[in-house]
């Protein structure tokens, strides 16, 4: 039985206290927030606090919180010889030193509240200081996910960047699609079919090799007719610049 | 039944064919292509040819070519009342306007020969000269899809201009990323579950509401940082735009 305690309330905080729940193996000994309200979502009550400095005995603690908070938080807790792990793909491990046994896990996912996910196919990228406690994150990290990885501060924060670019900016590009329908009275869901088997495609075909489009094969007639249909000065902007991009990427076989 | 012939050999040839010879209610008359080795995929034999001038009575011809060849194509046929139709997004209808009847069967999805697709969920989207051929489409179109939209020649440019963002744009991203991950030993792998996960989360959220990260929490010291871990000028040029492009879209919040 692996005893843990979760510090924070977001969306992260519910996924992780989902996933633990459905384990026999992992004890929830307690969920810590500032917010009483969003504490109410993680029953039983007695288990969940306000004060941090009122925490009980775990394996270890998990701080789910936004990355600005980990350092302060991190310091302001009084558990001694206990493993304490955050949760983030941005911020270095050694941001817990101040605690002699310290990690990450960091499950690779977007995470809304409100969205049911199957966490087993969440990838949890994992850190620790010492061998023996990434051990126990392993152990820990099995019993919710099949796709556990080790990986170390430097990785991780270029996995970050590249999550950046392939989660956050190709929604805002979903986004800008979806602009472009309303302004001229189509549904976004006609697209829908196509976003998805975009996503499907890069199972069995790198991205490289999956590209299409007027970019890739260099069809200078509708780049152009294209730019002119556009309007918006910052729309046009982002045409332009991934057009040049793609062309650079496979420039470089003519 | 409906009697079809198919002009081209290339990728959308290829799945209508395919997505054809399923209906009991289709009868694939001829497939008509230049390319004598990519006709041998089109069975049986004696139903394809090289000839454009020895086409056999169908009900509708649909011209599966690349934009540059349809017009010059659709002038060389000597057919008479008879339905001509091309499936390209960014042709307007009247490129056919030589034929009395002629009308567009666009489907709305990105195809590549070996990648096995259901068609039933392929957006069709459909314009005819006349109401009594667009009724002839919607027929063919039914037998085939279960997304058969009515769309005329404005709405299908700015749909064509929308899958460029959401499909090859967001197809180059995932390149760009996988780049990242390569330069830093990181299986790119890792990133497929967020990936299928952002194409999934848009069928339930708008983007608008999905959208997460730095940029839309205005996190100026995580942008800042990823900046700084960026080497590649190209690269940097595409974190700035799209992050800038996302402040904008959420700035009228402040």
Redesign the interface.
Known sequence: MIKVSILGTGNVATHLFKAFSKSDEIEIIQVIGRNKKALLAFAPENKTTSDFSDLKESDVYIIALS??YIKTVSEQLTIENKLIVHTSG?TPMNELSHHQRHGVFYP???F?KS?E?DFK???I?LEAKSKEDLALLKNLANLVSE?V?E?HT??R??????????????????????E??E????P?Q???????????????????E???????RN?S??IT??LE??KKP?LK???E??SK??Q??YGKEL
Chains 1, 2 share one sequence.
Request: hydrophobic letters at 35%.
């Open positions: 990355d600005n941005s690779l996912q977007t809304s969205n996910l196919k969440v990838p990228c796709n990885y990986i430097e990785q924060k270029s996995l970050h960047l590249a999550a950046v670019f392939v989660n956050n900016f190709t929604n805002h590009l979903y986004h800008l699609g979806s472009i329908c302004e001229n009275n189509v976004f006609i697209l829908s079919p196509l976003i998805q088997e975009t996503a499907r495609k890069i199972e069995t075909l790198s991205p490289y999956a590209q299409t489009g007027p970019a890739r069809d007639n509708t007719n294209q249909q556009i910052e902007a982002v045409y610049l991934l991009s793609i650079a990427t």
